[in-house]
């Protein structure tokens, strides 16, 4: 055979190369699973980016909008924490704020009123007002729900479902009930059962709890005792009054106007009416708290029996006293905003002063007159079946 002819160099290295590039060079399907790697992990730091960017916006410039609401719908920012781990989201805070907003409207419109005009200046406050009540609502909710749970306490969906049922099939109107639920805050059964129905359980309970306990009477049954002992050693009912009354009376040491059986305070009219002039009564037990009462004089006027009383009321300490104290050990977390919490009074605030002042006058007017009518949110339902 024919000896092979010799390469040179320069025929050997653009071979070799070819060889080895031929070598390393990924098959089409490996190609294609490195392009979608790529494109998923810009994808993830365009959305990484994108939800820091929406969180600063958030947090340090307030902002509201159609856009940044789509958001929270689907990636929980908090609006604050009470405790560790126990999150208010701000989808929360926001829904709940257009249902009381929407409430107002309709209600407003049926009326014919024009007190809630949130497109001016003073309705912006109003609203303003009413976002920071629904927020403070959702902490009160929070902090109910962890002081239940560590009294052992839970509700079961079956709780929730038979609850929700019972309030909906009122009077025998389940269609009407839903309807109308829907129409004043555009909410559906199962919206009512967890922003409302499920905060109401974990609240009755808890007062169940707390009262069975006896740690509501704690206080006043050693108030009482004190009273009781300084009447008996013969101090001036007056000046006890003035120490120790919890009414406004207590600055006229306990003097109350005149009044017939008719008239009569239901919590002690049957013994005013049965006690001689100058003696005083023993503790007497109300709903509101204990009484201890005085007979100054009594007479006839216009053919009616009448009596003149002093009075001393103790009032019984409501769950809502007790939940205040509890707030204060609470470590809450406001991030909107907005709002500052106070950890010393346990109160959420406006960091714009101007708002707490002019939430302080509302106080005494119709907006929170209004705001105690949306009962399904804000309020306890009275009416509402006990477990």
Same mark, same amino acid.
């Given at each position: 055979?024919?000896?092979?002819?010799?390469?040179?160099?320069?025929?050997?290295?653009?071979?070799?190369?070819?060889?080895?590039?031929?070598?390393?060079?990924?098959?089409?399907?490996?190609?294609?699973?490195?392009?979608?790697?790529?494109?998923?992990?810009?994808?993830?730091?365009?959305?990484?980016?994108?939800?820091?960017?929406?969180?600063?916006?958030?947090?340090?410039?307030?902002?509201?909008?159609?856009?940044?609401?789509?958001v929270?719908?689907?990636?929980?920012?908090?609006?604050?924490?009470?405790?560790?781990?126990?999150?208010?989201?701000?989808?929360?805070?926001?829904?709940?704020?257009?249902?009381?907003?929407?409430?107002? @409207?309709?209600?407003?419109?049926?009326? &014919? =009123?024009?007190?809630?005009? %949130? $497109?001016?200046? *003073?309705?912006?406050?109003?609203? /303003?007002?009413?976002?920071?009540?629904?927020?403070?609502?959702?902490?009160?909710?929070?902090?109910?729900?962890?002081?239940?749970?560590?009294?052992?306490?839970?509700?079961?969906?079956?709780?929730?479902?038979e609850?929700?049922?019972?309030?909906?099939?009122?009077?025998?109107?389940?269609?009407?009930?839903?309807?109308?639920?829907?129409?004043?805050?555009?909410?559906?059964?199962?919206?009512?059962?967890?922003?409302?129905?499920?905060?109401?359980?974990?609240?009755?309970?808890?007062?169940?709890?707390?009262?069975?306990?006896?740690?509501?009477?704690?206080?006043?049954?050693?108030?009482?005792?004190?009273?009781?002992?300084?009447?008996?050693s013969?101090?001036?009912?007056?000046?006890?009054?003035?120490?120790?009354? @919890?009414?406004?009376?207590?600055?006229? &040491? =306990?003097?109350?106007?005149? %009044? $017939?059986?008719? *008239?009569?305070?239901?919590a002690? /009219?049957?013994?005013?009416?049965?006690?001689?002039?100058?003696?005083?009564?023993?503790p007497?037990?109300?709903?509101?708290?204990?009484?201890?009462?005085?007979?100054?004089?009594?007479?006839?006027?216009?053919?009616?029996?009448?009596?003149?009383?002093?009075?001393?009321?103790?009032?019984?300490?409501?769950?809502?006293?007790?939940?205040?104290?509890?707030?204060?050990e609470?470590?809450?977390?406001?991030?909107?905003?907005?709002?500052?919490?106070?950890?010393?009074?346990?109160?959420?605030?406006?960091?714009?002063?101007?708002?707490?002042k002019?939430?302080?006058?509302?106080?005494r007017?119709?907006?929170?007159?209004?705001?105690?009518?949306?009962?399904?949110?804000?309020?306890?339902?009275?009416?509402?079946?006990?477990?």
């Amino acid at each position: 055979m024919p000896p092979k002819e010799k390469q040179t160099l320069a025929e050997v290295i653009p071979a070799a190369k070819r060889a080895v590039v031929k070598e390393i060079q990924p098959p089409e399907e490996d190609k294609t699973l490195l392009h979608l790697l790529r494109f998923i992990i810009v994808a993830a730091i365009v959305v990484v980016f994108g939800l820091i960017f929406v969180a600063w916006g958030t947090y340090s410039e307030g902002w509201q909008n159609y856009f940044v609401e789509s958001v929270y719908r689907v990636v929980p920012y908090p609006a604050a924490s009470v405790g560790y781990g126990n999150w208010i989201t701000i989808a929360d805070y926001n829904e709940n704020a257009k249902a009381i907003r929407r409430f107002l @409207e309709n209600r407003e419109a049926a009326s &014919g =009123g024009g007190k809630f005009d %949130f $497109s001016t200046a *003073d309705g912006l406050k109003e609203l /303003a007002i009413i976002k920071k009540n629904v927020l403070t609502q959702l902490v009160d909710n929070k902090i109910i729900e962890v002081l239940a749970k560590q009294q052992g306490i839970t509700v079961s969906n079956a709780e929730l479902e038979e609850t929700t049922n019972k309030i909906l099939d009122r009077d025998g109107k389940r269609a009407e009930n839903i309807a109308q639920l829907n129409s004043l805050y555009n909410w559906e059964p199962k919206d009512f059962k967890e922003r409302v129905i499920k905060n109401l359980l974990y609240e009755q309970k808890l007062e169940d709890k707390i009262k069975a306990s006896g740690e509501l009477d704690k206080d006043i049954k050693e108030k009482v005792a004190a009273v009781s002992s300084k009447l008996a050693s013969g101090e001036d009912f007056s000046e006890v009054a003035k120490n120790y009354s @919890e009414s406004p009376s207590k600055q006229y &040491g =306990g003097l109350l106007p005149s %009044f $017939s059986r008719e *008239d009569a305070p239901s919590a002690f /009219a049957n013994q005013a009416f049965s006690m001689k002039q100058g003696e005083i009564s023993l503790p007497i037990e109300s709903e509101e708290g204990w009484h201890f009462i005085k007979i100054e004089r009594k007479f006839q006027e216009g053919g009616k029996d009448k009596v003149e009383i002093r009075h001393i009321v103790l009032l019984k300490k409501t769950l809502q006293d007790w939940l205040q104290e509890k707030k204060k050990e609470f470590r809450v977390h406001v991030f909107l905003k907005p709002y500052h919490w106070h950890d010393q009074v346990g109160k959420l605030y406006f960091k714009d002063d101007s708002l707490n002042k002019l939430e302080q006058e509302q106080s005494r007017n119709s907006l929170e007159e209004k705001l105690q009518q949306a009962d399904f949110l804000l309020n306890v339902n009275k009416n509402t079946p006990k477990k």
